[in-house]
Protein backbone atom coordinates (compact mmCIF):
# COMPACT_ATOMS: atom_id res chain seq x y z
CA UNK A 1 0.00 0.00 0.00
CA UNK A 2 1.09 3.57 -0.58
CA UNK A 3 3.40 5.11 2.43
CA UNK A 4 3.78 8.65 4.30
CA UNK A 5 4.00 10.89 1.58
CA UNK A 6 5.28 14.46 1.56
CA UNK A 7 4.95 17.84 -0.74
CA UNK A 8 6.89 19.74 -2.26
CA UNK A 9 9.90 17.01 -2.20
CA UNK A 10 12.12 20.62 -2.18
CA UNK A 11 11.15 23.77 -1.98
CA UNK A 12 13.27 27.62 -2.03
CA UNK A 13 11.87 30.46 -0.68
CA UNK A 14 12.78 33.95 0.26
CA UNK A 15 13.84 35.13 3.41
CA UNK A 16 10.46 36.29 4.79
CA UNK A 17 8.04 34.34 3.10
CA UNK A 18 5.78 32.09 4.39
CA UNK A 19 5.67 27.85 3.28
CA UNK A 20 3.38 25.78 3.89
CA UNK A 21 4.26 21.87 3.75
CA UNK A 22 1.88 19.29 3.19
CA UNK A 23 1.87 15.24 5.13
CA UNK A 24 -0.01 12.75 3.82
CA UNK A 25 -0.06 9.50 6.34
CA UNK A 26 -1.21 6.29 5.30
CA UNK A 27 -4.66 5.83 5.08
CA UNK A 28 -5.65 5.06 8.71
CA UNK A 29 -3.28 6.04 10.76
CA UNK A 30 -4.33 7.85 14.27
CA UNK A 31 -1.26 9.46 15.48
CA UNK A 32 1.07 11.96 13.00
CA UNK A 33 4.48 13.55 13.95
CA UNK A 34 6.53 16.24 12.64
CA UNK A 35 10.07 16.55 12.96
CA UNK A 36 12.90 18.22 11.06
CA UNK A 37 16.36 17.31 10.50
CA UNK A 38 18.99 20.40 9.86
CA UNK A 39 21.88 20.39 8.00
CA UNK A 40 24.58 18.00 10.22
CA UNK A 41 22.18 18.22 12.84
CA UNK A 42 19.82 15.12 14.30
CA UNK A 43 16.43 14.69 14.51
CA UNK A 44 13.86 17.57 15.89
CA UNK A 45 10.39 16.68 17.39
CA UNK A 46 8.37 19.37 16.59
CA UNK A 47 4.47 18.40 16.97
CA UNK A 48 2.58 15.66 17.40
CA UNK A 49 -1.35 14.81 16.39
CA UNK A 50 -3.39 12.12 18.23
CA UNK A 51 -6.92 11.53 16.48
CA UNK A 52 -8.94 14.19 17.36
CA UNK A 53 -6.93 15.35 20.46
CA UNK A 54 -5.05 18.85 20.90
CA UNK A 55 -1.44 18.43 19.39
CA UNK A 56 1.50 18.34 21.78
CA UNK A 57 3.15 21.49 20.09
CA UNK A 58 6.08 21.10 22.85
CA UNK A 59 8.84 20.75 19.73
CA UNK A 60 8.02 23.72 17.84
CA UNK A 61 10.83 26.32 17.71
CA UNK A 62 8.59 29.39 17.40
CA UNK A 63 5.42 31.19 17.25
CA UNK A 64 6.44 31.47 13.39
CA UNK A 65 5.29 27.46 13.60
CA UNK A 66 1.72 25.98 13.10
CA UNK A 67 0.53 22.97 12.28
CA UNK A 68 -3.07 21.74 11.74
CA UNK A 69 -4.67 18.04 11.06
CA UNK A 70 -7.48 17.86 9.05
CA UNK A 71 -10.20 15.52 9.06
CA UNK A 72 -7.58 13.33 10.74
CA UNK A 73 -5.92 13.02 7.97
CA UNK A 74 -3.39 15.06 5.94
CA UNK A 75 -1.69 17.53 7.95
CA UNK A 76 0.24 21.02 6.87
CA UNK A 77 2.87 22.91 8.75
CA UNK A 78 3.43 26.07 8.01
CA UNK A 79 6.26 28.61 8.52
CA UNK A 80 5.54 32.21 8.56
CA UNK A 81 7.95 34.85 8.11
CA UNK A 82 11.12 32.08 7.04
CA UNK A 83 14.33 32.87 8.44
CA UNK A 84 17.45 31.24 6.91
CA UNK A 85 17.71 28.97 10.88
CA UNK A 86 14.50 27.36 9.36
CA UNK A 87 16.72 25.69 6.15
CA UNK A 88 16.17 22.04 7.14
CA UNK A 89 14.38 18.77 5.97
CA UNK A 90 11.22 18.93 7.20
CA UNK A 91 10.36 14.96 8.17
CA UNK A 92 6.66 13.43 9.10
CA UNK A 93 5.55 10.05 10.32
CA UNK A 94 2.65 8.42 10.89
CA UNK A 95 1.83 4.94 13.32
CA UNK A 96 -1.78 3.20 13.75
CA UNK A 97 -1.51 4.38 17.28
CA UNK A 98 0.54 5.90 19.17
CA UNK A 99 3.11 4.02 21.71
CA UNK A 100 1.15 2.06 24.49
CA UNK A 101 3.23 -1.30 24.83
CA UNK A 102 5.70 -1.54 22.05
CA UNK A 103 3.67 -3.57 19.82
CA UNK A 104 3.44 -3.39 15.60
CA UNK A 105 1.01 -0.74 15.83
CA UNK A 106 3.25 2.10 17.27
CA UNK A 107 5.83 1.63 14.71
CA UNK A 108 6.34 5.00 13.05
CA UNK A 109 6.44 5.25 8.66
CA UNK A 110 8.66 8.29 7.57
CA UNK A 111 7.73 10.17 4.52
CA UNK A 112 10.50 10.83 2.30
CA UNK A 113 10.88 14.82 3.82
CA UNK A 114 10.69 18.15 2.28
CA UNK A 115 14.15 19.82 1.72
CA UNK A 116 13.85 23.64 2.38
CA UNK A 117 16.38 25.94 1.65
CA UNK A 118 15.68 29.48 2.28
CA UNK A 119 17.80 32.18 0.94
CA UNK B 1 25.07 17.37 29.02
CA UNK B 2 22.26 15.72 25.81
CA UNK B 3 19.42 14.09 27.28
CA UNK B 4 20.16 10.89 24.69
CA UNK B 5 23.56 10.15 24.69
CA UNK B 6 24.53 7.65 22.14
CA UNK B 7 28.03 5.72 21.42
CA UNK B 8 30.33 5.79 19.68
CA UNK B 9 29.44 8.85 17.30
CA UNK B 10 31.13 6.72 14.30
CA UNK B 11 32.09 2.93 13.95
CA UNK B 12 34.03 1.25 10.96
CA UNK B 13 33.55 -2.83 10.96
CA UNK B 14 34.12 -5.80 8.82
CA UNK B 15 31.70 -7.74 7.34
CA UNK B 16 30.23 -10.34 9.55
CA UNK B 17 31.43 -8.45 12.38
CA UNK B 18 29.24 -8.24 15.63
CA UNK B 19 28.15 -4.12 16.14
CA UNK B 20 26.55 -3.01 19.06
CA UNK B 21 25.42 0.55 19.58
CA UNK B 22 24.49 1.91 22.84
CA UNK B 23 22.34 4.75 24.30
CA UNK B 24 22.24 5.86 27.48
CA UNK B 25 18.96 8.47 28.56
CA UNK B 26 18.93 10.59 31.33
CA UNK B 27 15.00 11.51 31.26
CA UNK B 28 11.97 9.30 32.61
CA UNK B 29 10.53 7.88 29.26
CA UNK B 30 7.62 5.79 28.01
CA UNK B 31 9.65 4.01 25.44
CA UNK B 32 13.01 4.16 23.36
CA UNK B 33 12.89 4.13 19.59
CA UNK B 34 15.83 3.18 17.27
CA UNK B 35 15.91 4.37 13.81
CA UNK B 36 17.96 4.07 11.05
CA UNK B 37 18.86 6.43 8.20
CA UNK B 38 20.28 5.20 4.89
CA UNK B 39 22.91 7.57 3.24
CA UNK B 40 19.52 8.78 0.76
CA UNK B 41 18.10 10.63 4.22
CA UNK B 42 15.24 8.18 4.26
CA UNK B 43 14.33 6.67 7.84
CA UNK B 44 12.97 3.36 8.77
CA UNK B 45 11.83 2.50 12.29
CA UNK B 46 13.78 -0.14 13.77
CA UNK B 47 12.46 -0.95 17.23
CA UNK B 48 10.46 0.59 19.74
CA UNK B 49 10.85 -1.14 22.92
CA UNK B 50 10.15 -0.09 27.05
CA UNK B 51 11.76 -3.14 28.78
CA UNK B 52 13.20 -6.77 27.72
CA UNK B 53 14.12 -7.50 24.58
CA UNK B 54 13.51 -7.50 20.86
CA UNK B 55 14.83 -9.43 17.54
CA UNK B 56 14.29 -8.88 14.18
CA UNK B 57 16.22 -10.87 11.60
CA UNK B 58 20.19 -9.75 12.35
CA UNK B 59 19.09 -6.59 14.49
CA UNK B 60 18.44 -7.14 18.63
CA UNK B 61 17.49 -4.29 20.55
CA UNK B 62 17.36 -4.10 24.44
CA UNK B 63 17.10 -2.08 27.39
CA UNK B 64 17.55 -1.57 30.86
CA UNK B 65 15.41 0.65 32.43
CA UNK B 66 16.90 1.12 35.65
CA UNK B 67 20.18 1.85 34.13
CA UNK B 68 18.40 3.70 31.49
CA UNK B 69 20.36 2.15 29.07
CA UNK B 70 19.51 0.71 25.21
CA UNK B 71 21.90 -0.76 22.62
CA UNK B 72 21.11 -2.05 19.09
CA UNK B 73 23.37 -5.16 18.31
CA UNK B 74 23.43 -6.09 13.79
CA UNK B 75 24.54 -9.65 14.19
CA UNK B 76 26.91 -10.77 10.64
CA UNK B 77 27.23 -7.01 9.84
CA UNK B 78 26.99 -6.57 6.00
CA UNK B 79 27.56 -3.44 4.20
CA UNK B 80 24.27 -2.50 3.41
CA UNK B 81 23.96 -2.19 7.36
CA UNK B 82 26.02 1.09 6.31
CA UNK B 83 23.89 3.77 7.49
CA UNK B 84 23.06 6.36 10.66
CA UNK B 85 21.18 4.45 13.89
CA UNK B 86 19.33 7.07 15.76
CA UNK B 87 17.88 6.67 19.43
CA UNK B 88 14.97 8.66 20.44
CA UNK B 89 13.61 8.32 23.75
CA UNK B 90 9.50 8.77 23.63
CA UNK B 91 8.78 11.32 26.90
CA UNK B 92 5.97 10.21 29.16
CA UNK B 93 3.64 11.36 26.78
CA UNK B 94 4.60 9.37 24.24
CA UNK B 95 4.09 12.24 21.84
CA UNK B 96 7.39 14.36 22.09
CA UNK B 97 10.67 12.41 21.02
CA UNK B 98 14.16 13.47 22.12
CA UNK B 99 16.51 12.39 19.37
CA UNK B 100 20.32 10.77 19.89
CA UNK B 101 22.70 12.70 17.94
CA UNK B 102 23.20 9.20 15.98
CA UNK B 103 26.09 6.51 15.03
CA UNK B 104 27.01 6.32 11.80
CA UNK B 105 28.13 3.15 10.56
CA UNK B 106 30.32 1.87 7.99
CA UNK B 107 30.37 -1.72 6.98
CA UNK B 108 33.35 -2.87 5.02
CA UNK B 109 33.72 -5.91 2.44
Known amino acids: GAGVSQSPSNKVTEKGKDVELRCDPISGHTALYWYRQSLGQGLEFLIYFQGNSAPDKSGLPSDRFSAERTGGSVSTLTIQRTQQEDSAVYLC?????????????????FGPGTRLLVL | KNEVEQSPQNLTAQEGEFITINCSYS?????LHWLQQHPGGGIVSLFM???GKKKHGRLIATINIQEKHSSLHITASHPRDSAVYICAVLNTNAGKSTFGDGTTLTVKP
Open chain 1, 93 to 109: ASSLAPYSAGGPQETQY
Open chain 2, 49 to 51: LSS
Open chain 2, 27 to 31: VGISA
